[in-house]
T-cell receptor
């Protein structure tokens, strides 16, 4: 089983729709979680960190479910510019240098 | 601040040739990383460094060497390139144990080995 698993998609949704992705992780000792965004042929960039209490940044909401070992990303009122690949990132130990694990990514395509 | 920069941006090599990829960061970060990204796969860690003069192997280190002689630079070397090393290479840096976990990535180097 992969340490971090994501549905590769692609998710193809109309502009204005709400879309959600999940990401599961296998190591129950994982401490910190993130969503990164990667545009085509570009580098990944941090979208948001995921906190135990859940957090929201504009149209984006991230949640953590430790009991079921998954994190989620919800995008409301999707825009064309949201089209990208979303990478789930898990750090199994606090501030570990080497153990940051990236999921393979979920592709999202927003159509007009 | 330029952030994380990588040179070159593109390179085509023949099998058996060698090359060095340069990563530089101007954020005074302690940690630096080299990843490769292949189609349909996530980022895989090649080597990393937790400070000047230190390096360590990641998930896929075979065929690569690294050096971190200066804090701001992290070099990735391919001694004898193979077609299996065709990939996009990303360098990243991170503040360190005293800071957050966010990694900052360079723009990538697209390498093709014929």
């Amino acid at each position: 089983r992969k340490e971090v698993e994501q549905d590769p998609g692609p998710f193809n949704v109309p502009e204005g729709a709400t879309v959600a992705f999940n990401c599961t992780y296998s190591n129950s000792a994982s401490q910190s979680f993130f969503w990164y965004r990667q545009d085509c042929r570009k580098e990944p960039k941090l979208l948001m960190s995921v906190y135990s209490s859940g957090n929201e940044d504009g149209r984006f909401t991230a949640q953590l479910n430790r009991a079921s070992q998954y994190i989620s990303l919800l995008i409301r009122d999707s825009k064309l510019s949201d089209s990208a690949t979303y990478l789930c990132v898990v750090n199994p130990w606090y501030s570990s240098a080497s153990k940051i694990i990236f999921g393979s990514g979920t592709r999202l395509s927003i159509r007009p | 601040n330029a952030g994380v920069t990588q040179t070159p941006k593109f390179r085509v090599l023949k099998t058996g040739q060698s090359m060095t990829l340069l990563c530089a960061q101007d954020m005074n970060h302690e940690y630096m990383y080299w990843y490769r990204q292949d189609p349909g796969m996530g980022l895989r860690l090649i080597h990393y460094s937790v400070g000047e003069g230190t390096t360590a192997k990641g998930e896929v280190p075979d065929g690569y060497n690294v050096s971190r002689l200066k804090k701001q630079n992290f070099l990735l070397g391919l001694e004898s390139a193979a077609p299996s090393q065709t990939s996009v290479y990303f360098c990243a840096s991170r503040e360190g144990t005293s800071g957050g976990d966010e990694q900052f990535f360079g723009p990538g180097t697209r390498l093709t080995v014929l």
